[in-house]
């Protein structure tokens, strides 16, 4: 397996698949790289080199007690890309990842990116405030800090039900979606999963966005259960400097799987624009 070692000595693990033009993957919490197989494995089919890291204590990464905080994920990041020599990339994050590329932009700036796609994203933030009042109160965060420490392993059996939609009529559960979920969820580490709970929820992402100069995709699912859109992809686009905003009607949080198709000719469309 493949590693970058930071600067703290923590080994974050990555896959590099094809060559041409790099298209950098973020995955969301609590997974890893593999959440984004559907659109890693299309893309390098197309003429792409696709990289995907996991998260420090997610995945395969190593599980550290410090820095499981959202400056530190977009230096694991930097690191990662700088390690590789990456130029002219297609950073491309969904949900917590989503905040990961936009804090990489805030920190590292875009002398590496060619464009940004932002996927069921949590910026420009989750929680409730002064800034944004249609956010989410933070009960709902701290409950889901509680499912994880009471019992995480029912809680990722449970979370794809909302996830992936599959509560809704006339959905097609899928089984293997729901136990892919757990297995990457339970492949990190409580630790790090707990403590990033904060990071995709309170951490404010708005000055990040604001740094965004090169061409942006914003895309969401206008039913998303996990990361409601009116308070995450509609409020960035109209943040980030001429963003386009793509709409998925009836989409769930999780639609990099359930509309993997749509998705992936978007990708490509917006990459070869």
Request: proline share 4%.
């Amino acid at each position: 397996m493949s590693f970058v070692t930071t600067k703290d000595g923590t080994r974050i693990f990555y896959k590099d698949w094809g060559q041409g033009q790099p298209v950098v993957f973020s995955h969301g919490w609590p997974l890893s790289a593999d959440a984004w197989d559907g659109q890693m494995l299309f893309m390098a089919q197309n003429g792409y080199r696709v990289i995907a890291h996991d998260r420090r204590g997610h995945g395969r990464s190593d599980q550290p007690a410090a820095g499981n905080d959202m400056d530190t994920y977009a230096d694991d990041l930097a690191a990662v890309i700088e390690a590789l020599d990456l130029k002219d990339a297609i950073l491309v994050g969904h949900s917590t990842g989503g905040g990961e590329i936009a804090h990489y932009i805030g920190r590292h700036g875009t002398s590496r990116v060619a464009k940004m796609v932002l996927i069921g994203a949590v910026p420009p933030t989750m929680v409730r405030s002064e800034a944004y009042p249609n956010g989410l109160p933070i009960d709902v965060f701290d409950g889901i800090r509680k499912a994880v420490l009471d019992n995480r392993s029912q809680f990722y059996l449970d979370l794809p039900t909302a996830f992936f939609g599959f509560n809704r009529e006339g959905a097609r559960v899928s089984e293997g979606l729901r136990q892919s979920f757990w297995a990457q969820g339970m492949q990190g580490s409580v630790l790090g999963q707990y403590l990033c709970v904060r990071e995709f929820s309170e951490v404010d992402y708005t000055e990040d966005l604001k740094k965004i100069d090169v061409p942006a995709l914003v895309v969401h699912g206008d039913d998303d259960q996990i990361v409601p859109i009116g308070n995450a992809g509609l409020l960035s686009a109209k943040i980030i400097p001429n963003a386009m905003l793509k709409v998925y009607e009836g989409a769930p949080h999780g639609l990099t799987a359930t509309h993997q198709e749509r998705l992936n000719a978007d990708l490509l469309a917006f990459a070869r624009s």
